[in-house]
């Protein structure tokens, strides 16, 4: 049965990056095009320096390609003020990083509270939700700790627990489980997986390791040198 085309959530059409003036130019990212619908989980597949995380920073509305055109729920990224795409990283998307990017000081439900801060919902609504998440992802007894007293997966479940608070249309993931051990990388994938499954929240994911990729992705984007590769179609997942 065919696609609607409403269910295109993410569309990139002939983007490229370059940095450097004209003949000194690095093509970070080369006339990459392809589609993300509602609900699928995309890997974006390839070694360091591919351009998987470059694009993955676009998309986030982090960097601005300088060629080409980015487009996430009929907007069209580059033609956003300042304002509106600070709405759109706060309302649209949700973001996993390898570092985990957690507040040092502030507790487990301090950080997965803050993008309702942010979105000035009221305490009683933030503390509610954030424990929520955090029993969701299995932190039920660990809400109180600092990130120092969590173990690296236990962190990364914090910043999955943060990054879903608003339910956001796209969560991108870079490189989530880098800093993990094979095991626990398993583990948070899955944790990922069972956050979206279910919704229509589309994924794309920034790895290296292939067999992480086919095991979480409904669809894996070989990068190669900037450049799409090639498409592996659906997955069986």
């Known amino acids: 049965m065919p696609h609607d085309a409403s269910d295109i959530l993410v569309e990139l059409t002939d983007v490229s990056k370059a940095y450097g003036q004209t003949q000194a130019a690095v093509n970070a990212v080369s006339n990459v095009s392809f589609t ?11 070694k360091s320096g591919s351009g998987k995380s470059t694009l993955l920073n676009m998309i986030a509305g982090l960097d601005r ?7 996430v729920a009929g907007s069209i990224l580059s033609e956003l003020s300042p304002a509106a795409m600070a709405d759109y990283r706060r309302e649209r998307v949700g973001m996993i990083f390898q570092a985990f990017n957690l507040i040092p000081w502030r507790t487990a439900l301090q950080n997965v509270e803050l993008p309702m801060v942010f979105d000035r919902r009221g305490k009683a609504e933030r503390m509610a939700a954030a424990q929520e998440a955090l029993t969701a992802v299995g ?3 660990r809400m109180r700790h600092r990130p120092s007293e969590l173990s690296g997966g236990e962190q990364q479940r ?8 608003n339910r ?22 899955e944790s990922l997986s069972r956050f979206t499954e279910n919704s229509e929240t589309a994924t794309i994911l920034v790895t290296h390791d292939e067999e992480l990729a086919y095991r979480f992705a409904t669809r894996v984007l070989h990068m190669l040198d900037g450049r799409l590769d090639h498409d592996s179609g659906a997955v069986s997942v």
């Open 36 to 46: 993300v619908r509602r609900g699928e989980r995309v890997a974006l597949l390839g």
């Open 65 to 71: 390609p300088t060629g080409g055109r980015i487009c």
């Open 168 to 189: 956001p249309e796209l969560l991108l993931a870079d490189e989530p489980t880098g800093n993990l051990d094979s095991s626990t990388a398993g583990e948070i994938l």
């Open 158 to 165: 914090v910043a999955i627990a943060r990054a879903l608070m």
């Open 139 to 141: 932190l039920a007894e």
